[in-house]
């Protein structure tokens, strides 16, 4: 009974200084641990991983914009040209519920293709005219 009181004791006492050890053992030569972190909250993993995340973004858009870059232009010019599209019907429509200018357009619009087709259309030397003038045209744009 004795031996165990003073084994229990030992065992009390080690505790007290921190360290749990048996009675009669080395522990100089021992590893010891380091001490146990608490565990972090779900609050401070998420907010580490967010801004773990938030540091690494510009190289994750920097790769991405690498990776992808003739896809990415392409879909930009097509949201631009539809963008373009809206605003300028949006602007003729707006022109059009003016009262006077839209009989005026109308107007100016008759009187150019009346021009057009007197001038390039009744005969056939100006038609031919219009048609090397167009030749020449497709010619200069295209580099023939």
Aim: proline content about 6%.
């Amino acid at each position: 009974m004795e031996t165990e009181q003073q084994q229990l004791e030992s065992i009390n006492t080690s505790f007290s200084q921190g360290t749990l050890s048996l009675e009669g053992t080395d522990t100089a030569n021992l590893p010891k641990l380091p001490p146990a972190r608490e565990p972090e909250s779900q609050w401070q993993q998420i907010s580490r991983q967010v801004s773990q995340f938030l540091a690494q973004l510009p190289e994750y858009l920097g790769s991405f914009f690498q990776n992808y870059k003739q896809p990415l232009i392409t879909v930009g010019l097509i949201l631009a040209a539809v963008v373009t599209v809206k605003v300028v019907l949006a602007v003729l429509d707006a022109i059009n519920d003016i009262p006077l200018l839209s009989p005026t357009f109308e107007l100016i619009g008759i009187g150019y293709a009346t021009w057009f087709i007197s001038r390039y259309l009744l005969k056939a030397s100006t038609r031919q005219q219009l048609a090397d003038e167009i030749q020449s045209l497709k010619n200069q744009l295209v580099g023939e």
